[in-house]
């Protein structure tokens, strides 16, 4: 172990009672926030229900709770929506004052959809599955934006589809931790020391723009869209790390490669950009003149499909497609049409593709550091891993989520005990933490999901290093 | 702003009076058992984040005889302490030049927070203090706990100390909805509603001035936990206009009404209005001499004393880990 002193021995005693109710698989991810891991509900209600847990980290400066986390958490209390992904539970980890999110666990997303189809099928996404992924990913985009909350950092990572069960092929948007509610004023990624990929970063970004608004999200849609029909990234810039400004002069260009450059006459508040008059060779150079985004995406210019991603790769933000008028546009209302499970196809004679489970890292416990054990096989239910400073007494019996003893409270003072337990005050009270419901017991709404391949990572090799979410 | 028709503050946190007396009793009823056990309230953080009341230590004669002397806040004087500290919240945003809307997300967080928890359980001052430092983080005008800990000499330890404890029992509810930006929507809908002309536009910007003093009133009530946001920032308009007297203010609210598919009538307003009215006639900020005698019963039920609080707290801390000793470290200077 990593950790030796703090972790104490591996008995599943000395694990805190919260992580005690779920069996873990192994991490799934991995970010500049933290890890993300698969687990195992133990309890009867929902035994097996997978879920996937996002470990922060402590924020770096001592100064506190991370405020990526409290920001996720807080936004994603708001919000309900079949095509955003559900917080089932907050865990805290009081000797470190670290957060574990636990969602609804989703087996696929699009970095390893497109991945899967480009490295291991050799064809291209089937037209109704794109077209259902992308209406579905409009959809939910188009409830946040009417909540006046802005993504930021949609990619195709963070864009989940839901593997087999009841929500089978439906789509769902995560990774909240940079979104915000707008009207307040944003300020720019680069000053939140925040290092998000660039090649979905909108063209008002890149320019500096001070005040942005949900187009920057149309715009990742748009090279989401295009990354769906060819299975390349379509605008793949050469970050230059560790500049303090947003100016990323690479990725401007491979967009003015594709799309030609963007005119005062197009774009009227261009020359308000900071940095329009940054490097005006390269900027405002014109060295692309034929250029042509159907043939990139090889589509007809008259094709429905092609005026929609024009108009999400619109340069001037004012005059970008928004999210409802999008999911109004006639590429969606023509055959075939979209459905909620993108992942089966309605039509016979289309092919069916099986995409592969996640790749899961059963070497890694839940303080992110590798064990030098073997990994452990999955249906003994073995924990790989435990938390420091653990010590709670020994509870063999895993109870129920969300099943709240009241053995000596009145209902009106549960409030603030349900709480209290969730930092183990009391024994027998909210052992699943805060339920993340208001008011409706969790485990009447949560699908059961089925899961028939449990650790087959068909097509998949082990990954070494996780990608980052 | 995300939508309140769907928020948590709408679904969860706006109360009837009843409710309030109920979640404040049952708190305080807690705490006074604890005491009658001879116990005393306020929380510790342990090792593992539990959240205990301190073990009694009646190993000596002396402290069995201090904690049979510890008498309980009074539902009251708990009401006093939060009024007076409440207060000091919008002195200590003022002094720091945060924005309107981070003192009314720390004076709604610490509200909730209270709604809760007995001040017997867990010290005011430094809840407060908690309270702007996460408002200061979920409003995005991060401040470190060290900077806000400097600007009032605390130590800044206390306040990452709670600021869990905040999150949670909050429910990590933190989006809340104050009454400033309706009365700038109203406003807005006010200048469509009178045509209003250049002289007319002057004179809704005075109303506007006064109506945020009227919310920075109301906000020291109870009724932020009482009223959806809107009907604040009317209610403050209007009290707002029967000084300037700009507009016709009966027929805007019938238009609103008129207009709106609401489920509330124009008489339900003006039942909400004198009951907000009234909340805030009612007011009144407890003088430092009130609140004195009832720090110093709050102390007690802490196991402190004046003369010896050093040596008191440092029995009191049983675990020695760093999270657990320190609740109680801050020597109160806000009191």
């Known amino acids: 172990m990593g950790d030796g002193s703090a972790s104490g021995n591996r008995s599943s005693s000395n694990k805190p009672e919260w992580l005690q109710q779920y069996d873990l698989i192994g991490k799934i991810g991995e970010g500049t926030y933290g890890l993300v891991f698969l687990a195992r509900i133990k309890s009867q209600t929902n035994r097996g229900k997978s879920i996937a847990i996002k470990k922060f980290k402590q924020s770096k400066d001592g100064d506190g709770v991370s405020p990526t986390a409290i920001r996720e ?49 050799n064809h291209s996404i089937n037209q109704y599955t794109v077209k259902s992924l992308l209406w579905q990913l409009l959809n939910g985009l188009n409830y946040l934006h009417s909540n006046w909350i802005i993504h930021r950092d949609l990619k195709p990572s963070n864009i989940l589809v839901m593997g087999d069960g009841e929500e089978h092929g439906v789509v769902k948007i995560a990774d909240f931790g940079l979104a915000r509610i707008y009207q307040a004023p944003l300020k720019p990624l680069s000053e939140n020391g925040v290092v998000v990929t660039i090649w979905y970063r909108a063209p008002e970004l890149l320019l500096g723009a001070k005040h942005y608004t949900s187009a920057v999200d149309m715009w990742a849609v748009g090279c989401i869209f295009a990354e769906l029909l060819t299975l390349k990234p379509l605008f793949q810039g050469a970050e230059v790390k560790a500049t303090p400004n947003p100016f990323q002069l690479d990725q401007l260009d491979k967009i003015f490669k594709v799309l030609g450059h963007p005119t005062l006459d197009k774009w009227p508040s261009l020359a308000n950009l900071p940095h329009w008059q940054q490097d005006v060779q390269h900027i405002q150079g014109h060295k692309y003149d034929n250029t042509s985004l159907s043939n990139v995406v090889h589509l007809s210019p008259k094709s429905p499909a092609f005026d929609l991603l024009s108009k999400m790769l619109e340069y001037d933000p004012r005059k970008r497609i928004t999210a409802a008028q999008a999911l109004e546009h006639e590429y969606f209302k023509m055959e075939p049409q979209p459905g909620r499970n993108a992942l089966v196809p309605c039509q016979p004679g289309e092919t069916f593709v099986n995409y592969p489970t996640r790749p899961v890292d059963t070497t890694t416990d839940f303080e992110g550091t590798t064990n030098l054990q073997p990994p452990q096989p999955v249906s003994s239910g073995a924990v790989s891993g435990n938390m420091p400073g653990g010590h709670m007494s020994s509870r063999s019996n895993p109870r129920p989520m969300n099943v709240v003893g009241m053995q000596r409270m009145p209902h009106q003072a549960m409030q603030a005990y349900n709480l209290a337990s969730q930092a183990g005050m009391g024994p027998g009270m909210n052992p699943g933490g805060i339920p993340m419901q208001r008011g409706v017991p969790q485990a009447h709404q949560q699908q059961q999901l089925r899961r028939k391949d449990q650790m087959g990572m068909p097509g998949y090799p082990p990954q070494q290093k996780s990608r980052r979410l | 702003m995300a939508d309140f028709m769907t928020s948590t503050h709408r679904a969860k946190w706006v109360f009837t009076p009843q409710q309030l007396v109920e979640k404040y009793r049952a708190a305080n009823q807690r705490a006074r058992e604890v005491l009658e056990k001879g116990g005393t309230t306020l929380m510790t953080i342990d090792a593992d984040g539990s959240l205990k009341y301190p073990e009694p230590q009646i190993n000596t004669k002396d402290n069995a005889n201090k904690r049979s002397r510890a008498k309980p806040v009074s539902i009251e004087e708990e009401r006093c302490i939060r009024l007076f500290l409440e207060d000091k919240i919008q002195e200590v945003c003022k002094n720091f030049h945060f924005p309107h809307k ?81 009365v700038e929507g109203f406003i807005n809908d006010m200048e469509e509603f009178c045509n209003a002309d250049d002289d007319l536009l002057q004179m809704l910007k005075t109303l506007q001035e006064t109506a945020r003093l009227e919310v920075d009133k109301m906000m020291l009530t109870d009724a932020p936990l009482l009223f959806p946001p809107g009907q604040l920032a009317l209610a403050a308009l209007y009290n707002s206009n029967a000084l300037h007297k700009v507009l016709d203010f009966d027929g805007y609210l019938s238009n609103i009404f008129s207009r709106q598919s609401s489920m509330h009538t124009k008489s339900e307003f003006i039942e909400s209005l004198n009951a907000i009215d009234s909340l805030i006639k009612n007011y009144r900020c407890p003088p430092r001499s009130e609140t004195k005698p009832i720090n110093k019963k709050l102390e007690s039920c802490w196991g402190l004393s004046s003369h010896d609080e050093g040596k008191k707290r440092e029995k009191k801390s049983k675990h020695k880990s760093k999270k657990s000793s320190n609740e109680a470290q801050n020597a109160p200077s806000l009191a």
């Open chain 1, 73 to 121: 958490i807080m936004l994603l209390r708001e919000i309900t929506h079949e095509n955003v992904v559900k917080l089932v539970n907050v865990h805290i980890n009081h000797t470190d004052m670290s957060l574990y999110l636990a969602f609804d666990y989703a087996e696929h997303d699009l970095y390893e959809i497109i991945r899967h189809h480009r490295d291991k099928v």
């Open chain 2, 102 to 182: 981070i003192q009314a997300t720390a004076l709604i967080y610490f509200k909730r927070f209270y709604l809760q928890w007995s001040i017997m359980e867990h010290d005011p001052k430094n809840i407060l203090l908690t309270c702007i430092y996460a408002a200061c983080k979920i409003e995005e005008n991060h401040v470190s706990a060290e900077e806000l800990g400097k600007g009032i000499q605390q130590d800044h330890q206390m306040i990452l100390n709670n600021e869990m404890i905040i999150y949670q029992t909050l429910e990590f509810d933190l989006i809340v909805y104050a009454p400033y930006r309706s």
